[in-house]
Every structure is written in structure tokens, then in C-alpha cells.
């Protein structure tokens, strides 16, 4: 279908034959004229749909001279070495122009009742073409090559005759790796840790440490909120504070961290309240959407029904969709407010359409349920329930013990053992509601999973069992995803797991499947063991169907004669998190086919138990059960425990009374859609058509139209669908290409909020649509784009310059080397932090303020301010700090800090004097040079020694001897703290190779 204004007049017409000027001056115009110089408003007035608008002309009189065709305006524009038209992209080939030159000479011949049309869209552009998974290139040097990466990247770099770089050294790759997954520096004790170890793996298991550390979550926030251009005020004129954004900062992080799936993150960001109503993140990722600027006096200050309230509301639904299409598919859909999309294939339709998706969003303070609230309230039904089972059970023992005395209890219990010998596994439920814990899919055996357990303090470990899954759609399948060689370690305070205990170690030789029985791993006889973590680490996969996984249905972690797991974060390498699967539903206490009903219910562990132990053996089990259960049931121990369990009960009521009302986050307020008509030059005094809502009509393969009587929440949910689908080509192009700018500097498409034709093109297609598919159809974890991004030989390259190279491809697009870049403002401030050992690692939570503010009818924000310049509060990561629209932090802003007015796809890097001077005299640098001094100066007695620190902690690297000389000379002459501020002002500082 033609998208424009343009339409064909008349009937149609074969037009003149092949050998006719005008058969291949029309094709010309068709493609790079009449978009613009065509319609019911040509520009400059001259349309070229007909030969009559070529005759008439625009303002400067008409574009075809009759007397004289070779001096026409047409031709004099199209010609030269620096043409006129078109204005953008490449000016026309010679041989254009020359068959525009032939055919004026000839008359400008123009066959009878036809009109030009806007033939830009007849061909698919890159970005709308469906997703195919390309080959992987063959390389001629294949030396180096690490993963499909290299090789498209050394397939381009043969073809023009150039040669990748070597790979960095150690200290350059960690400091680059450091900065680059947490925008931080490496301590000295890593670098050391690193260029010491030798293991083949050392650079692999860097990477896995780094992905799973919070700081990574940290990060990569950083990069998006600038994309979507998020603040901690509404902006506009009367720019007032909005205390309660930071949530959504907050998820963000916690998003990234958590590895959630790319398209669960879109969907929360567009729909979460609607499509995931009970996930308490699900309100707060709609902060996405109300992230940008609000115009207070338009929305509040307006009255109702006047021309300014509607262009408010305009302005704000514009932002809205911009946001959405702009951050997650890389087009300008917001060009086309006033008129079609002059480049791209979208109708003013369309706009309106989006329009209409947000046309029942307000932004305002929402309540929400915190995760933490959540969680203690369900730790206290949990707690309520078990109660009650507990009470029940030792009733009913008492009562026993009444009837029949201790000999009858005892046969009781001989009996039951015998009954549970003789089952096959516990009473079946009807149905489970989730199945469990299910790694990404693997094509070989031997790729190494893990799944991990934060339980958020160190504990005495009882035991750990493993239950294994037979999910609810494969209920024939018993141990299904049980690993046959695997690996259970516990951690005191580590999550990197770089010194673990290790309870139970099978990676040597297979183990039998068990089944439906748990397995039951203990400390050693006699030996205590505390901890706060516990990762079980598949290092042969379970074999599906010509594929590989690792599942469980629940993890149990005794301790104090309680299972502390439906407490515990879970966190993975990978996981599908999909329907009835899921990391949290490792620990929700949900059977999977085989367990009976609470798992923190007493007979369901101890059930469970049992039957690890018959597993092992049967004899000494069944000994050992039998003491424990005689020991459970002398009838003094048991009354005691039901009075201390009734008041436990009664207490754990009132905890449930007593807890506090939701938070409030700043997100979408939910109303009635409002009518949305299509807007004459986008001017709402001129309303058009009513129009529904739907999303784009120039994706292939996709749906755009939404039932028109759907409610605002349905437009949302449908908008998010069209957006997260495995089929719409542009958001999975649109992620990769962010990530890979991540780590290089620069996109494959190097405009990454315009996928567009007024755009760049990919200067590595194939790379990627590769990237795109791979990560597309291995779940969406960005974690895993990382890491095999990171991993790749051409990530890993050097960054040293080199001029034959250079005069092929000076812009380095063909990736011969890596980038060198600045470090961002915020990396600055935060690696001044580190070296001088005063950064705050708090997570979340308001942000800190970096001035004075005084709340007036229009606020007032002082960075000025010398009290609030370096606050103790400030010395958290730089992304926990409130952000001001309207009076961007001068220090920050100095060093190109983003602009939160406006979507920030690439921070600019500029090279100022101003820079070198905040860097040398900002109070905040002079204050983190003092404390650089103070730390050297308590690590070292002498003025070398105190140098040679210094350059370890902040360049990561010792001083060569010139250097130390002469900066210890400098110290001695005007003290340490201005050594340091010398050493914080360097290139080598704020720059990473």
C-alpha cells in the first residue's frame, strides 16, 4: 500500500514505452523527489506529481525553461558538485542527471493523465524485512576466532583487506571489562586476582562475576534511563519535584539484574499493571511511560474544554508514544504528527492510532505494593498457615497419645513407614499450579547451568534437598530435568561463590536419575556450616529431545527445623520464565505432580525426607526416622510447643493487621480513553476522523489494528503484544544494536532511535539479524548478550592505533580495533568514589539531592550551594542521585552528562578545557583527592611508596620509576592530596583503552 498524500489520478496507464526519456526520468522522481515536492503542500510550492505543477512552478517561478531546457531550475538543481536536491542522502548518479538533462532537451515529455506517486516504499526497507537467522561466514584466518561474532566481523575486515588487532593485555581487558558491565573501576586486589590466575577459563569466570554483581544492574540502568529519559521532576516551566519516580528507577536495576526477559521487560514497561496484576513490579514498570516531561500548568493550572488543555494533552500522549516506538523499535513515528512520515512507510493514520492507545493515561502518584511489603506479607501467611498445621498435627498427637499411650504411637509410626515403603512417591494433588526451575535450553550436554539461593542472612544449613520435577504437561516424566552430574556449594557472604563449601560433589561420574524421590544433602556428621548463599551448579544436562536442560521442581533449605527457601531471591545463569516455570517458583512451595501440599509444612519435609534417606538406604532410614519421630512426641515437648506455636499464631495475626499501607509510585493513571481524531497538520482545531487504537501498518507479518471498544488497559496490553512479538523484526534489531553499542561505542547502526531512512544503514547486516535471532529465540537475556559479546575475540582486541588500517577505515566501522572512549560523567564521578574508598554501595530507595531546593510556585534547585556540593548522603553511585530537568548538576553537566529533557540514545563525548578544569578544581574531585591522600597515607610510610598505591588504586596499574620520582618529588613540594588530584586529572583516568 502507498503511505502519502500522493495518489494516482485517472485511470491507469502502461506509460510510454522503454526507449521514451520519461520511462526513466519518472522512476527518478518517483524515488527521490515527490515525497517532498508533491501533495496538497509541495515544498517551495513545485510539485512534480504532473507535467502542469512542472510548468507552474514553485516560489521561484517554474522549474522547466521551454526556451532554453538545458538552464532549467530542474537541472541546475540536480547538477554540480554540490547539488541543491535532493537534500538528503546521496545526490543523484551521473547518469540521472544526464537522463533528466535528455529529457528536458526533449520537451519534458509527459504521456497524457498520469500522475507521479511516492514510490519509496515499494521496496521493503532493511529494518521492516522479516528475521531470518544468516549463515555464518567462512573465514580465510580463522586463528582467534571465539564465536560467531568474529567471524562475520573478520569476514568484513577480509573483504577490504584489513586485519583485526591483537588482543589486549590483562590489565587493559579487566579495567575495559570492569567499566563496561559496571561502570566502575577494578580494585587492585582484582587486577591482581586476575593477571595471576592462569586458568585457561580466568577471562570467562571474570565475566560471570562481573554479570552477576549489582553493580551490573547499576550499569546498564544508567544507559536506559537516559534513553527514556527519565528525572526526578516533571520539567516545563514550573518544574516541581516528583518524589515518588524513583521506583521505577529502582525497577529498572532490579530488572537487570534479575536478568528479566526482554520481552516480560517491555510488556511490564507498557501494560505490567494489566498483564501481570499481581506481580507488585507490575505498577511500577509503568513508570516507563510517564518517565518524561509533564507540563504542571497545562494539566493542572488549564481549565477543561480550552484549546491550550488539548494541545497539553496532546504533547503529553505525543511524548508517550514517542517513548514507546522510539526506545523499543527505533523509528520516528513521532514525524508523522502533522502529515505522513515524509521517509518512513507510516500514515498520519497510524500517529493517531498510538494516539489513541494512550488516550486513557494521566500520569500521577499510583499505589503500589512494594516487593518487600509483599514478601513479609506472604512470609506472614506462610507463617500463619504453618501455624495452623503445626497446631493441628500436635493436637492430634496429644490426642493420641491419650487413647493408645506411647507403645501405640510407636507401632502407628512402624506401620506408616511400611505404607510409605510400599509407596512409589506421596499422595498425588489433582493438579500443580507451577512445575519449577527450567534453564534455558542448551545444545550440548556439557554446558555448565546454575541455580542460586539468597537467603539474605548466613544460617546454620541442616539440609539441602532437591526435589526433583515432573511437570504438570509431562506427567510421565518423573526426574524430569534432573542433571546426572552436578554440584551443590553454600557461601557465607559471597555471591560469586570464588571460595564456596562444597556439600555434595557428583561431577565425576553419573548419578542415577531418582525420579520422584528428593535427594537429601547434608553437612558432614558432626560439622556446623553457615551460610547465606546456596547454588546448585548442572554440569552434565538432563537430555530432552535431541537437546539439553536443567530443571527442579523445589529447593528446601532446613535450618532451625524450618524451610527458609520461600524467603530466599533466586537468581540464575539463565532461566525460560514462562507459564508454570520460573526462578521464583523454584521456592514457592507449589508441588510438582509428586509432593504433597505446603512445603513448609512439618509432614511434607519430613515426608520428603524420609524418602531421600530410603533413597540412600532404606535400613538406616528407617531407624533414624522412627528415634526422630518417638523424640517428636513425649508429651510434655509437644504440649509446650502447641502453647508456643498458638502464641506465635496470635502474634503473627497482629504482624498482618499492623503492616503499612502500600508506596506510591509516579506512573499511569488508568481513566476512560478519550476520542482521538486525526489532526489536519496536527493543529486540534482542525479534527479529522475519529480513529481507534493500533499500532504500526508497515510491519509485515503483524496485526496492527486493536479492537476499537477495547478499554485503556486492553490498548496497552495489545500495544506491548504487538511490540514484544517474536515477529516484529524491529525490536529485537533495536535491542541487540543498543547492547552492541554498549560495549563498542557505537552501533552496527550508529543512529540508534532511527531505524528509518533517514537513518543510518548496518554496517554489519548480517551481524545483525544474527544477533538479533540468537537472542530473540534463546529467551531474551541480556545477561547472555553480554556475555557473548563480551566474550567475542573482536571485543577483546586492542585499541592501539594503526595507520594503514586507518586510511581504509579511519572511523573504525569495520571493528579492526576496539574503541577508546571517555568514561561517562557519571563513571567519573563514581570511579572518584572508589579511589578514594568512600563509596556508598546502598541500593535504591529516594534519591539524593546534589543542592539546596526551596519549594516555591516555581521551584528553585542550587547546585551552588557549597553545604550540598558533597553531601554524605551523595557518596552513593551517581544514578541513586535526584535529577533536575530544568537545572542540570554543573559538574555533571560539564562532562556530557545526558540531557533528561529528551531521549539520549549516545551520550556525546567532548574533549573542553572546562572539563580538565572541573576535574582539577571541582569541590567534589578536590574532596575524593583528600581521601585518596588519606588512604595512601595510612597504606605506606614513604613518598614513593605513598605514589606507588596511589597509581594502583586509581589507574590500576604501578608508576614507572620516572613517575615515581617525580611525583613523589611533587608531593614532598605541595603535599599528597594534590598528587592525587594530579593522578585523578589524567587521561588515563577518564578514559578506558
Not at 539440609?463 to 552430574?485: E, K, N, Q
Not at 556530557?896 to 556525546?908: K, Y
Not at 620516572?962 to 588530584?981: N, Q
Amino acid at each position: 500500500m502507498l503511505v502519502g498524500p500522493l495518489i494516482l489520478l485517472g485511470m491507469a496507464s502502461a506509460g510510454p514505452t522503454a526507449d521514451e526519456p520519461f520511462d526513466r526520468v519518472s522512476a527518478i522522481l518517483e524515488s527521490r523527489c515527490v515525497h517532498c515536492h508533491g501533495g496538497d503542500r509541495p515544498k517551495g510550492g513545485l510539485s512534480l506529481e504532473s507535467r502542469a505543477g512542472l510548468l507552474e512552478g514553485g516560489l521561484s517561478g517554474p522549474a522547466l525553461d521551454e526556451d532554453d531546457p538545458e538552464v532549467s531550475p530542474l537541472l541546475d538543481a540536480v547538477s554540480g558538485d554540490e547539488p541543491l536536491m535532493p537534500p538528503e542522502g546521496d545526490p543523484l548518479a551521473p547518469e540521472q542527471v544526464e537522463a533528466i538533462r535528455e529529457w528536458l532537451i526533449a520537451g519534458a515529455p509527459w504521456p497524457d493523465r498520469v500522475t507521479l506517486q511516492d514510490r519509496r516504499f515499494d521496496v521493503p526497507w532493511w529494518s521492516l524485512s522479516p528475521l531470518t537467522r544468516p549463515e555464518i561466514p567462512s573465514v580465510r584466518a580463522t586463528e582467534g576466532i571465539r564465536n560467531p561474532i568474529d567471524a562475520f566481523i573478520r569476514s568484513r575486515l577480509e573483504a577490504e583487506g584489513l586485519a583485526p588487532s591483537p588482543e589486549a593485555d590483562r590489565r587493559t581487558l579487566i579495567r575495559r571489562l570492569t567499566f563496561d558491565l559496571l561502570g566502575l573501576p577494578p580494585t587492585p586486589e582484582e587486577i591482581d586476582a586476575f593477571l595471576a590466575d592462569d586458568h585457561p577459563d580466568a577471562y570467562d569466570r571474570l565475566v560471570d562475576r562481573l554479570l552477576a554483581s549489582p553493580r551490573y544492574g547499576e550499569r546498564r540502568a544508567r544507559r536506559w534511563l537516559d534513553l527514556v529519559h527519565f528525572a526526578d521532576t516533571h520539567g516545563y516551566d514550573k518544574d516541581k519535584r516528583r518524589p515518588n519516580a524513583w521506583p521505577y528507577r529502582d525497577y529498572v536495576i532490579r530488572s537487570f539484574n534479575r536478568d528479566l526477559p526482554y520481552p516480560r521487560f517491555i510488556r511490564a514497561q507498557i501494560a505490567g499493571d494489566v498483564l501481570f496484576p499481581g506481580d507488585p513490579d507490575g505498577i511500577i514498570a509503568t513508570g516507563f511511560i510517564a518517565a518524561g516531561p509533564w507540563d504542571f500548568v497545562g494539566h493542572v493550572e488549564l481549565r477543561e474544554g480550552t484549546i491550550d488543555k488539548l494541545k497539553t494533552r496532546l504533547i503529553d500522549r505525543d511524548d508517550m508514544l514517542a517513548n514507546a516506538m522510539s526506545t523499543f523499535v527505533s523509528l520516528t513515528v513521532h514525524c508523522a504528527r502533522c502529515h505522513d512520515h515524509k521517509f518512513d512507510p507510516i500514515p498520519q493514520q497510524d500517529y493517531y492510532r498510538l494516539q489513541a492507545v494512550f488516550a486513557g493515561v494521566d500520569r500521577g502518584d499510583r499505589p503500589f505494593e512494594s516487593a518487600e511489603r509483599a514478601s513479609r506479607r506472604e512470609t506472614l501467611r506462610r507463617r500463619r498457615d504453618e501455624n495452623r498445621s503445626l497446631l493441628e498435627s500436635l493436637r492430634s498427637q496429644i490426642d493420641e497419645l491419650t487413647k493408645s499411650g506411647r507403645e501405640r504411637v510407636e507401632a502407628e509410626f512402624a506401620s506408616q513407614m511400611r505404607a510409605i515403603d510400599a509407596l512409589p512417591r506421596p499422595t498425588l494433588p489433582e493438579e500443580s499450579p507451577t512445575n519449577g526451575y527450567h534453564s534455558a535450553i542448551a545444545s550440548s550436554p556439557d554446558s555448565a547451568k546454575w541455580v542460586q539461593l539468597d537467603l539474605g542472612r548466613a544460617v546454620p544449613i541442616e539440609a539441602i534437598l532437591l526435589i526433583p520435577a515432573r511437570p504438570v504437561d509431562f506427567p510421565d516424566t518423573p526426574g524430569f530435568g534432573f542433571p546426572p552430574r552436578f554440584r551443590v556449594e553454600v557461601s557465607g557472604d559471597d555471591p560469586s561463590f570464588e571460595d564456596p563449601i562444597v556439600l555434595a560433589d557428583h561431577t565425576e561420574e553419573d548419578v542415577s536419575n531418582p525420579g520422584d524421590v528428593a535427594l537429601r544433602i547434608a553437612p558432614p556428621s558432626g560439622t556446623e556450616v553457615s551460610a547465606r548463599y546456596v547454588r546448585i551448579t548442572a554440569t552434565r544436562l538432563w537430555e530432552r529431545t535431541n537437546d539439553y536442560v536443567f530443571a527442579l521442581s523445589e529447593v528446601i533449605v532446613r535450618s532451625g527445623g524450618r524451610n527458609l527457601a520461600p524467603e530466599a531471591i533466586v537468581s540464575a545463569l539463565d532461566s525460560i520464565e514462562s507459564g508454570r516455570w520460573g526462578r521464583d517458583h523454584l521456592i514457592d512451595g507449589a508441588d510438582s505432580r509428586h509432593l504433597l501440599a505446603d512445603l513448609d509444612d512439618p509432614a511434607t519435609l519430613e515426608a520428603i525426607e524420609r524418602r531421600a534417606s530410603l533413597y540412600e538406604s532404606a535400613e538406616r532410614t528407617r531407624v533414624a526416622e522412627l528415634a526422630r519421630l518417638r523424640t517428636m512426641l513425649v508429651p510434655p515437648e509437644t504440649l509446650a510447643a502447641a502453647e508456643s506455636i498458638e502464641a506465635d499464631a496470635i502474634a503473627v495475626a497482629g504482624d498482618l493487621e499492623a503492616m503499612p499501607e502500600p508506596s506510591l509510585v509516579y506512573g499511569v493513571i488508568p481513566r476512560e480513553p478519550r476520542p482521538i481524531h486525526v489532526l489536519a497538520r496536527g493543529d486540534v482545531e482542525q479534527p479529522g476522523e475519529e480513529v481507534g487504537p493500533g499500532a504500526l501498518s508497515c510491519v509485515p507479518g503483524l496485526d496492527s489494528n486493536v479492537d476499537s471498544s477495547a478499554d485503556e488497559g486492553a490498548r496497552r496490553a495489545a500495544l506491548a503484544e504487538w511490540i514484544a512479538s517474536p515477529n516484529n523484526p524491529l525490536t529485537w534489531r533495536s535491542i541487540v544494536n543498543r547492547s552492541w553499542q554498549d560495549r563498542f561505542g557505537i552501533g552496527l547502526v550508529d543512529t540508534p532511535n532511527d531505524f528509518g531512512r533517514n537513518g543510518s544503514m548496518p554496517s554489519h547486516p548480517d551481524l545483525l539479524d544474527w544477533l538479533a535471532v540468537e537472542f530473540r529465540d534463546s529467551g531474551g537475556s541480556l545477561k547472555a548478550l553480554d556475555r557473548l559479546i563480551v566474550s567475542s575475540a573482536t571485543y577483546r582486541q586492542a585499541s592501539d592505533h594503526n595507520e594503514d588500517a586507518a586510511r581504509i577505515d579511519a572511523a573504525n566501522r569495520l571493528l579492526w580495533r576496539q574503541n577508546r572512549r571517555r568514561l561517562e560523567a557519571e563513571e567519573i564521578r563514581d570511579a572518584a568514589l572508589v579511589v578514594g574508598g568512600v563509596l556508598d554501595t546502598a541500593m535504591g530507595g529516594p534519591g539524593f539531592d546534589l543542592f539546596r531546593f526551596k519549594d516555591d510556585h516555581s521551584p528553585i534547585y542550587d547546585h551552588d550551594d557549597p553545604a550540598h556540593v558533597d553531601p554524605i548522603e551523595g557518596r552513593r553511585r551517581t544514578i541513586y542521585r535526584f535529577v533536575v530537568r530544568s537545572v542540570p548538576n554543573p559538574f555533571l553537566d560539564c562532562l556530557d552528562g545526558a540531557d533528561p529533557n529528551v531521549s539520549v540514545p549516545i551520550r556525546n563525548e567532548t574533549i573542553t578545557a572546562l572539563q580538565a578544569l572541573a576535574l582539577l578544581n571541582d569541590p567534589f574531585m578536590i574532596a575524593r583527592a583528600k581521601d585518596l591522600a588519606d588512604r595512601v597515607e595510612q597504606g605506606a610510610e614513604d613518598a614513593p611508596g605513598r605514589i606507588e598505591e596511589a597509581f594502583r588504586i586509581a589507574l590500576g596499574r604501578p608508576p614507572t620509576d620516572r613517575e615515581r620520582a617525580e611525583l613523589a618529588s611533587f608531593a614532598t613540594r605541595h603535599g599528597m592530596a594534590a598528587a592525587c588530584r594530579l593522578l585523578m586529572n589524567t587521561n588515563e583516568f577518564v578514559f578506558v583503552d
